[in-house]
């Protein structure tokens, strides 16, 4: 089984919808991440979060909120999408200052 | 000045030769560096981690670390076509502890 998990794999949707994707992970990290990576970019951190009381923006949250519901989930959403947000995401975790792995990732296409 | 810098590519190399990938960063005080490797389209995969300076070796790997010079590279001998990918290095710790800073990739490319 995978240890870190994204749904949905591939997602269409229109302007103005909002969206939710889902991180889960068994690797038992208290530290998840949000990013998005545009093609041929690098990663750029959108939230993260050190444990379910602590949520903090990164360097692109604009247009974006996150959700800690558990120490395994760590959920996205795009409160009203636009065809800019159209990009991969991955979600990722890590133990204390260690180094991170990622989910599958998701592809968001906004139309 | 970005804080984790890499020369974006393309890097061809024949097969069987050596790749070396370079990276360097400005934060002094960091701790940890990281290797990811990324196929187009899929997620970052941890390859290699390295914590002190000198030379830390997995396989065909080697994960170069000298941190007065602020530098980190990444060594990939006897170049296989599976190694063509995007490889990110990341650092951690220093000013910026609570989280990893990912340089933008250097694509490599394997000719047979």
């Known amino acids: 089984d995978a240890d870190v998990t994204q749904t949905p794999r591939n997602r269409i949707t229109k302007t103005g919808k909002r969206i939710m994707l889902e991180c889960s992970q068994t690797?038992?990290?208290?530290?998840m991440y949000w990013y998005r990576q545009d093609p041929g970019l690098g990663l750029q951190l959108i939230y993260y979060s050190f444990d379910v009381k602590d949520i903090n923006k990164g360097e692109i949250s604009d247009g974006y909120s996150v959700s800690r519901q558990a120490q395994a989930k760590f959920s996205l959403s795009l409160e009203s999408a636009i065809p800019n947000q159209t990009a991969l995401y991955f979600c990722?975790?890590?133990?204390?200052?260690?180094?991170?792995?990622f989910g599958p990732g998701t592809r968001l296409t906004v139309l | 000045q970005k804080e984790v810098e890499q020369n974006s590519g393309p890097l061809s190399v024949p097969e069987g030769a050596i790749a070396s990938l370079n990276c360097t960063y400005s934060?002094?005080?960091?701790?940890?560096f990281f290797w990811y490797r990324q196929y187009s389209g899929k997620s970052p995969e941890l390859i290699m981690s390295i914590y002190s300076n000198g030379d830390k070796e997995d396989g065909r790997f080697t994960a170069q670390l000298n941190k007065a010079s602020q530098y980190v590279s990444l060594l990939i001998r006897d170049s296989q076509p599976s190694d063509s990918a995007t490889y990110l290095c990341?650092?951690?710790?220093?000013?910026?502890?609570?989280?990893?800073?990912f340089g933008s990739g250097t694509r490599l490319s394997i000719r047979p």
């Open positions: 934060d002094r005080v960091s701790q940890s």
């Open positions: 690797k038992g990290h208290d530290r």
């Open positions: 990341a650092v951690n710790g220093g000013s910026s502890a609570s989280k990893i800073i």
């Open positions: 990722a975790t890590s133990a204390l200052g260690n180094e991170q792995f």
